[in-house]
């Protein structure tokens, strides 16, 4: 016996309509195991990459602090001599840098960085303790290169 719709408006056969079942709720969590997998490793080169750009901050901090030490330097030739000796003691063995003074000083300089302090910036440098304190602009931004750009195997 099939029910008797006749006579009924619109609204009324709306009603005897049933409502849609609703889905199953989808599971947030990987289904198979190669998600899984794949999220272990993604997640260990995210901290392998981590880790070594923490090691790599901390390596170019001397850079860092030399930089901002040269900035109170200005032109300063005594101080920026200063500054260069600290650099290299802190980026090389010592045994390499302590020892040098002069021209070895400077080939040192040269061989390590872009070069240019076998020269008049040089001289300027090496004379600075024992004269009253020159200005040398070319100097200065010759010890900012150095620090920025020096190698430490390049010895």
């Known amino acids: 016996m099939t029910p008797?719709?006749?006579?009924?408006?619109?609204?009324?056969?709306?009603?005897?309509?049933?409502?849609?079942?609703?889905?199953?709720p989808i599971a947030m969590?990987?289904?198979?195991?190669?998600?899984?997998?794949?999220?272990?490793?993604?997640a260990l080169a995210a901290l392998w990459a981590l880790?070594?750009?923490?090691?790599?901050?901390?390596?170019?901090?001397?850079r860092?602090?030399?930089?901002?030490?040269?900035?109170?330097?200005g032109d300063d030739a005594a101080r920026i001599a200063d500054v260069l000796r600290r650099t290299a003691l802190a980026?090389?063995?010592?045994?390499q840098v302590a020892g040098l003074y002069g021209r070895d000083w400077?080939?040192?300089?040269?061989?390590?960085?872009p070069g240019g302090f076998v020269g008049d910036a040089g001289n300027t440098m090496l004379s600075a303790p024992y004269r009253a304190?020159?200005?040398?602009?070319?100097?200065?931004?010759?010890?900012?290169?150095w620090v920025r750009r020096h190698r430490q195997g390049a010895v």
Not at 64 to 73: H, N, P, Q, V
């Open 4 to 24: 008797d719709y006749e006579g009924l408006n619109l609204i009324e056969l709306l009603d005897l309509l049933e409502p849609t079942p609703e889905p199953d």
């Open 29 to 42: 969590t990987p289904q198979t195991p190669g998600w899984i997998v794949l999220g272990i490793v993604l």
């Open 51 to 62: 880790r070594k750009l923490v090691r790599h901050r901390r390596a170019g901090a001397y």
């Open 64 to 73: 860092r602090a030399a930089l901002r030490e040269l900035d109170s330097a």
């Open 91 to 95: 980026g090389f063995p010592r045994a």
């Open 106 to 113: 400077l080939a040192f300089l040269d061989r390590t960085g």
């Open 133 to 145: 304190s020159r200005a040398d602009p070319a100097l200065a931004r010759l010890a900012r290169d």
